[in-house]
């Protein structure tokens, strides 16, 4: 698993001056065995060493054998101590992970206090490994799993010189959880031993990306990569969603002789902040070398040894956080507002009036931030006579599935929103609560395009004017209904725009 264990910072009723350390490398089941040392030093112009030990939960757990508990000595007289932890060992379902997916070392400075017990806390991330399917090895604990790879093929059929490399990152989490799991990637960058020779890669939309759009793919001065595809999307199976994101790119060595490696990496967190010690997966594979033309690259799994290295696992530099340079949420999601609106008038929120597409969208991205829910933006699914159709705002929708809040497939893409009937209903709010009762404001016909009846492009919330509205209880309705006059409050559809 990427994610944070959790430790809880409690007293103990040792006597003496020390420090109550409190150790949680993955606060989970599955955690087996767990080992480290514990080294305590004062604030002198040379630190003196108090206290280095290494313990093992064996010895010290507190319930399970992630929680490790143990009071140490420190120096009262030369304030700050300093307190690092390395872990030695860790053993997740009994097997023993690689040194290579071990916690970075942490340090801690704290005030010593004569005759007290001052409690102190270490959360440690932590990379397990263990057979999953597809992607080979899954990085993991029970809260979110991620599998990584590369591969080199040779395909007449999928690239267009017959060789290529095919990236994956994929990660689930439990079907009831609130929120889906949010992958970060950087660009993906090749780079070749012989001069400038640096393919950039921008895989941050899904479907075939031209070579040639320079937005995206950057090659100077070799065209090496002749084909990028994004292949990314949710599902769920059984009780868990799996969010994946997989980058193929058709490779063509014959256009140099020199030694070339792609390098990138990808994390995954449940909301859109990377925290600052958060592990993520690192991608260094050597694709080509300066004696052939062809990839010598084979299967690179996570965590793999020599030839098949160079997918594993990194911390980045405290303080800072790691860098990612695009965001995945997964599949677009559409909720109901649990409130109702009516045209021209205020709300409380970050625009001062309901009056127009843009008011609506203000409104959805503060509803979906006040209950939490992760995403770049937000769109309400809304027409007016001075802006675009809703179904071209809401962007991805023609590209992947849209979801209701819980995970459920409202449609499969934009041609399947607009057949006439949806999979379910949008009928849930923000907080997956049924909504049912006042209609949605829409003035957008089943095509998906303005109907021209809205209000006066919502401005007028008068019995003088009409609006068309859908019913959120609906599949085949729920865009177009007929219409109700304009002082007559009605909820908004809110659609996630990533």
């Known amino acids: 698993m990427l994610a944070p264990a959790c430790a809880d910072e409690g007293t103990t009723d040792e006597s003496g001056p020390g420090i109550a350390i409190e150790l949680a490398a993955l606060n989970t089941s599955n955690v087996t065995y767990a080992q480290y040392t514990i080294t305590v030093k004062n604030a002198d112009t040379t630190p003196l060493t108090i206290a280095s030990v290494q313990i093992d939960s064996n010895s010290y757990q507190v319930g399970a054998p992630s929680l490790v508990r143990y009071v140490a000595p420190c120096d009262a007289t030369s304030n700050n101590n300093t307190v690092t932890v390395t872990v030695d060992a860790l053993s997740v379902g009994g097997t023993a992970l690689p040194a290579a997916a071990l916690p970075a070392s942490q340090t801690k400075s704290v005030q010593c206090v004569a005759n007290q017990d001052v409690p102190v806390a270490f959360d440690f991330f932590a990379v397990a ?5 597809f992607f080979d090895i899954t990085v993991g604990t029970d809260v979110i799993t991620c599998s990584a790879k590369l591969d080199c093929q040779t395909d007449t059929g999928f690239f267009p ?30 780079t070749c031993s012989g001069g400038p020779a640096t393919v950039t890669v921008d895989a941050d939309v899904a479907g075939n990306i031209s070579v040639g759009d320079t937005t995206k793919v950057s ?34 060595p014959g256009v140099l002789d020199e030694t070339c490696t792609l390098v990138t990496k990808a994390t995954v967190t449940d909301g859109d902040t990377v925290p600052a010690d958060l592990p993520y997966i690192d991608w260094n594979v050597q694709l080509t070398t300066a004696s052939g033309s062809a990839l010598t690259c084979t299967t690179h799994p996570l965590f793999g040894e020599s030839p ?48 127009s597409v843009a008011d609506a969208n203000d409104i959805c991205i503060d509803v979906a931030d006040a ?5 770049a933006s937000w769109v309400a699914w809304l027409s007016d006579t001075a802006t675009v159709d809703p179904v071209d705002a809401a962007g991805q929708v ?27 209903a949008i009928n849930k709010d923000q907080a997956g609560a049924v909504v049912s009762g006042a209609p949605v404001w829409t003035g957008t016909s089943a095509d998906g395009t303005a109907s021209g009846s809205d209000c006066l492009d919502w401005t007028d919330g008068s019995a003088g004017q ?33």
């Open 308 to 355: 098949n290295g160079g997918v594993t696992s990194a911390w980045p530099t405290s303080p800072n956080p790691a860098e990612f340079d695009n965001i995945y949420t997964g599949n677009p999601t559409a909720f109901v507002t649990s409130d109702t609106y009516t045209p021209g008038t205020a709300y409380t929120g970050s625009n001062a009036f309901f009056a």
């Open 398 to 424: 023609s590209i992947e599935q849209l979801r209701l809040v819980g995970g459920i497939v409202i449609a499969l893409g934009k041609t399947d929103l607009l057949d006439g009937s949806l999979a379910v």
């Open 466 to 498: 009409s609006g068309t509205v859908g019913t959120q209880s609906a599949t085949a309705t729920w865009t177009n209904n007929g219409t109700q006059l304009c002082n007559v409050p009605a909820h908004l559809i809110c659609i996630q725009v990533p």
């Open 219 to 252: 090659v100077t001065p070799y065209s090496i990569v002749n084909s990028v595809t994004v292949f990314r999307g949710e599902d769920t199976i059984g009780t868990t969603t799996n969010t994946y994101w997989n980058v193929a790119l058709g490779i063509d």
């Open 371 to 375: 209950a939490g829910l992760a995403g």
């Open 129 to 133: 490994s263990s057979e999953l399917g």
């Open 161 to 190: 010189s017959a060789s290529g490399v095919v990236l994956g990152f994929s990660c689930t989490m439990p079907a009831a959880t609130t929120t889906d799991p949010v992958l970060h990637m950087d660009t993906i960058d090749i």
